[in-house]
């Protein structure tokens, strides 16, 4: 430390730089060392006298220091006694010691109650999400989850809609969910459409993929009540209904075809600029589908609607195989499940039947988390990789349900099918370890 120049030695340290050279240079005879935090005072005329004031407390001098940083929100002062242990104060400019901490990573209290301020705004703006599900075993992990989705959630109700399973055994799960799973018989299960926007039965029921139940075929047993709590009317008119009476503050989380999001749109043309958003899983841009070459499953369901809602939301979010597909989770941490929280031997249960498909289809031993994923986009969007285009459905033909993404990069000459969509937003990237890592903790909780 160069005591001729105070401050010198400071001035230009960040981080690590200011504690290594603390711990080497400090004198041994010096009993403490008082460093402002911020540049755009005078400390002679502003802080030091404060500082020379609660320096009294140590029995001497207290040596002070420039030191040219900012602490978020509040300009303070630093001083270290060294004494003993390092026990570092944070003072305000009024002397106030407004934070304690023992040791270089201690938090300080300053900080802690910027978290904990930041947190009880976070949680008064509490994300209110709608989830269009169609309850097989990918949709567990969230579904069953209903009790604590997650601290800055607050689900408004399930809306149940035809894909893993038929409609009618959609509902059924997702009342097996709520109200046996997780005693929450305030979460609504509303019942969706169970043809498509032309009128089509669902074609294709993925039974093979989890189970003739859509439960991995454990067969867990149902109340012979359990459908008389069906909430009354229909999935269209509970989610225009949600959104109107929280406008501009429910999501709608759409993890099956979207039937329900298109039907609701019909009723209320104007409602993409009254909810928040629509986090969408479903298409595979850059990769092949899962139902064929072009198609992934949940558009392949009804490409009409998702060109209804791709062509009117523009508070859209997409993600789908290119992300999906990218997110792993091993037989390992599969296994790992069992006993943990409420759902976790459950969900253990009823994998053991879809991880078998993957074994059989993709050779691998793991699943792939595609509605976890999307779950996990509504809470961390910033684990993804986020592209703005335009998408179009493929709605006849051998490619139906495939994607294609106008990625605005060029103009084109001429009109084409595109010019008539909303530019959305579609994931093409994602930080899969983060993902896994929240997943795997909502399970076990």
């Known amino acids: 430390m160069n005591q ?3 401050g010198s030695a400071f001035r230009e340290l960040r981080g690590d730089d200011f504690w290594q050279v603390l711990k080497y240079e400090q004198p041994s005879s010096m009993l403490g060392v008082v460093l402002c935090y911020t540049s755009k005072c005078l400390p002679c005329k502003e802080c030091k006298p404060i500082m020379e004031e609660w320096a009294k407390e140590l029995d001497d001098k207290v040596r002070f220091y420039q030191f040219a940083l900012t602490l ?25 010691i407004v934070a304690r901490s023992k040791g270089r990573a201690a938090v300080v209290e300053e900080e802690d109650r910027a978290k904990k301020k930041q947190k009880k705004t976070m949680a008064s703006e509490k994300t209110l999400l709608i989830i269009d599900t169609d309850p097989g075993i990918g949709a567990m992990d969230i579904s069953s989850s209903t009790t604590n989705v997650h601290e800055n959630v607050t689900v408004l109700g399930l809306t149940t809609i035809y894909g893993n ?14 109200r046996v799973l997780a005693n929450r018989s305030d979460v609504p299960v509303v019942e969706g459409s169970r043809t498509s926007l032309r009128g089509a039965s669902k074609e294709r029921i993925a039974d093979f993929v989890h189970g003739s139940d859509g439960f991995g075929n ?20 509970f989610i225009v209904k949600m959104a109107h009476e929280h406008p501009g503050k429910v999501v709608v989380l759409a993890l099956a075809a979207l039937t329900n999001v298109a039907l609701a749109l019909q009723l209320d043309p104007g409602l993409g600029d009254v909810l928040k958003n629509i986090v969408v899983l479903g298409g595979a841009m850059r990769v092949n589908g899962n139902v064929n070459p072009a198609a992934e499953a949940n558009v392949y369901g009804d490409p009409d609607a998702a060109n209804v809602v791709f062509s009117r939301v523009e508070r859209c979010q997409l993600l789908g195989l290119d992300v999906t597909h990218e997110c792993v989770m091993s037989v390992e941490e599969i296994e790992a499940l069992k006993d943990k929280g409420l759902y976790g031997t459950f969900l253990r249960d009823i994998t053991q039947f879809y991880l078998q498909y993957h074994r059989d289809v993709y050779s691998m031993e793991g699943i792939f988390l595609h509605d976890a994923a999307a779950f996990t986009a509504v809470v961390h969007p910033e684990y993804f990789e986020w592209h703005t285009g335009k998408v179009l459905v493929v709605s006849d033909g051998p490619a139906k349900g495939h994607t294609i993404m106008d990625g605005l990069e060029r103009p084109w000459i001429g009109s084409n099918a595109w010019d008539d969509h909303v530019p959305i937003k579609v994931a093409l990237g994602v930080d899969r370890h983060k993902v896994l890592e929240f997943v795997k903790d909502r399970m076990s909780q």
């Open 4 to 6: 001729s120049t105070p």
């Open 165 to 178: 399973v038929p409609t009618r055994m959609a509902t059924r799960n997702a009342l097996y969910l709520t």
């Open 218 to 237: 454990t067969e867990p047993e149902m109340p012979d009540t359990l459908m008389d709590h069906v909430h009354p009317g229909s999935a269209a008119e």
């Open 72 to 96: 978020p929100n509040k300009e303070v002062a630093l001083a270290m006694d060294v004494r003993s242990s390092p026990t570092f104060l944070v003072i305000g400019k009024d002397g106030e």
